[in-house]
């Protein structure tokens, strides 16, 4: 009985806190993407392989989406201007990741991202996709595996918020 009545309060207290069977962008998931994304593109990696590599992906899965960058040469994902670009989109990305636990800054870069997107025509889909790329790349350069449960409900918090 001892062990039933036990049982039944664990459950009730992650159900309580949300956690059972559902992914949170929490405090915790927040550091540990924080971190994990500094042991990826830290000051002492190499920036520009990491996003050559995860736009590499993202246009062998969406090829389609290459008439979306033209204007930044996307058919040429070595030249200085789509450089320039993935230079620009990763920077964004590093500071949103850099001010996930700060809650007033974050809200004011997702409202400067959502116009920029809302303008290009960028759909949360799209940024998923792209996510899916980035989760493809990442194990790459990490010492171990992104922990998804937490780099899934915090990037999907990025995607939906520079989309909507």
């Not at 992914?23 to 550091?31: A, D, S």
């Not at 007033?104 to 899916?132: C, P, Q, R, W």
Request: net charge negative; aromatic share 10%.
């Amino acid at each position: 009985m001892y062990q039933i009545l036990s049982v039944a309060v664990l459950v009730l207290s992650c159900l309580a806190l949300g956690t059972l069977g559902e992914e949170v962008c929490g405090p915790l998931e927040r550091i540990k993407v924080q971190h994990q994304w500094v042991s990826v593109y830290g000051a002492d990696h190499d920036r520009l392989k990491v996003s050559t590599l995860v736009w590499k992906d993202f246009f062998e899965h969406h090829p389609e989406e290459r008439a979306r960058f033209e204007r930044v040469n996307s058919d040429n994902i070595f030249s200085g201007d789509f450089r320039a670009h993935m230079v620009r989109v990763f920077a964004g990305f590093d500071l949103l990741i850099g001010v996930l636990n700060e809650e007033e800054i974050f809200k004011s870069a997702m409202i400067h991202y959502t116009k920029m997107h809302n303008d290009l025509g960028v759909t949360t889909e799209i940024i998923k996709e792209f996510g899916k790329s980035i989760a493809r790349v990442l194990p790459e350069f990490m010492d171990g595996k992104p922990d998804i449960t937490a780099w899934r409900p915090c990037f999907n918090l990025i995607a939906a918020g520079v989309s909507e």
